[in-house]
C-alpha cells in the first residue's frame, strides 16, 4: 500500500511538472508570435527587412540611430529577428534563459558578452551572431547586471504592445 502511495505521488509529480512546462512553451511561443507581428507591422515597405537595435528592441523601416540608445541601427531580415529574439541555442543566451552563470562552461568566472546585444552571451570569444559586433570579456557579475537591464527593458516594451 506504501508503495502505491510513493508510486501515485510521483505520477503526480511528474504530470504537474510535464503541464507546467508546456505552459511555458505555449507561453514562450505566444510572445514571439507577439514580437514577430510587431516586427512585421513595421516593415512598411514589405520586404522583408527591417532595421533594429537588438539592446532597446527597438525595430523601424528605415536606417538610422535607435531612439532609445543612439547606436546604429542595423539591417535584418524578419526572419533573423525572429531567430534571434524567439531561438534558444548551444552557444548564446537568448532573453528566456536564467543566468549568465550557464554559459560559463570552463567556471572561469567570465563570459563574453555583446556591449550592443546583452543578451548575447558565450563561453568564448567570437561576434555577436545579431549586430556582428566583437564579444567583450566580462565578469559574470557585469553580464548579470547588463542581462537584467536588457530583460527590464524587454519587459517594459512587451507592455507596451499590449
Given amino acids: 500500500m506504501r508503495i502505491l502511495k510513493i508510486a501515485l505521488i510521483v505520477l503526480v509529480t511528474i504530470f504537474i511538472t510535464a503541464i507546467q512546462a508546456q505552459d511555458k512553451k505555449d507561453n514562450h511561443e ?3 508570435k507577439m514580437m514577430v507581428e510587431k516586427i512585421q507591422k513595421t516593415d512598411a515597405n514589405k520586404d522583408g527587412k527591417v532595421f533594429a537595435c537588438p539592446k532597446c528592441e527597438v525595430y523601424q523601416d528605415k536606417a538610422g540611430k535607435c ?6 541601427l542595423h ?7 525572429h531567430k534571434a529574439i524567439c531561438e534558444k541555442d548551444e552557444g ?7 543566468s549568465a552563470k550557464d554559459f560559463d562552461k570552463n567556471k572561469d568566472g567570465k563570459v563574453f558578452q555583446c556591449t550592443m546585444c546583452a ?18 570579456e566580462v565578469s559574470l ?13 524587454m519587459e517594459m516594451k512587451k507592455k507596451e504592445i499590449k
Wanted: with cysteine; net charge negative.
Fill in 92 to 98: 548564446h543566451h537568448k532573453m528566456g534563459m536564467k
Fill in 141 to 153: 557579475d557585469k553580464a548579470q547586471q547588463n542581462l537584467s537591464k536588457a530583460k527590464e527593458k
Fill in 75 to 81: 539591417e535584418m531580415t524578419i526572419d533573423e529577428l
Fill in 67 to 72: 531612439s532609445d540608445c543612439g547606436a546604429e
Fill in 30 to 32: 505566444a510572445e514571439c
Fill in 119 to 136: 543578451n548575447e552571451i558565450s563561453d568564448e570569444p567570437g561576434e555577436c551572431p545579431t549586430c556582428g559586433m566583437k564579444l567583450k
